[in-house]
């Protein structure tokens, strides 16, 4: 602790652990303090306590008072790179977003373990599906759009992928839209593997 903060221990003796809580989160801090205090309760909470540099330090918290002694006893841990790696692909997310806005684009992401894709809103727009922020549907729902004769090349490109001879793959098919009109759509996929 006293590395992670940069204190000496002659430092902090004595003195209260809000004093290095960052003034916004002090008053939740003390709430949820005195609500373990009052029974034998634990907690596990993210913080930023201040480093005795004056900077601050993302850290997960487990604090308990399970001696029922009046003390409140805590660890915690140092989770600054998880937080900036949160960081990154919040905004990666929000950079993505805003591409595909400009481009008019829809995204879908597709599961095949679950069987379910999701639609962003543009997505379901461009697939005649009601326009909502985001949609779920399995793949039978998906297909009840595509036109009769381009079934069965989405249904090859797919296979394909699924074997592992193609990453990336380019489609073009048709679906019919509930006033009766045919749509060309257009989709470039990539298939990302997990263990």
């Not at 540099?53 to 399970?66: C, F, T, W």
């Not at 937080?83 to 993505?96: A, F, S, T």
């Not at 394909?160 to 009766?180: D, I, M, N, P, Y």
């Amino acid at each position: 602790a006293l590395d992670l903060l940069g204190y000496e221990r002659a430092d902090l003796l004595g003195k209260s652990y809000f004093s290095s809580v960052q003034n916004d989160w002090a008053d939740a801090h003390q709430q949820r303090f005195e609500t373990l205090t009052k029974g034998n309760n634990q907690a596990q909470m993210e913080t930023r306590l201040l480093h005795k540099n004056g900077h601050k330090i993302a850290l997960e918290l487990s604090v308990n008072s399970v001696f029922n002694d009046g003390l409140v006893y805590g660890t915690f841990r140092d989770i600054s790179q998880r937080k900036e790696v949160e960081k990154q692909r919040k905004l990666m997310v929000e950079r993505l977003s805003l591409a595909t806005q400009a481009a008019k684009l829809g995204v879908v992401d597709f599961d095949l373990a679950s069987d379910v894709m999701h639609i962003d809103a543009r997505g379901c727009e461009l697939h005649g599906l009601p326009v909502q922020s985001d949609a779920y549907i399995s793949y039978a729902e998906y297909q009840k759009n595509i036109h009769v004769e381009d079934l069965g090349g989405l249904d090859r490109a797919f296979k394909q992928a699924l074997s592992g001879s193609q990453q990336e793959f380019h489609l073009q098919f048709r679906v019919c839209l509930a006033t009766g009109q045919v749509r060309n759509l257009e989709a470039f996929v990539q298939v990302n593997r997990d263990a």
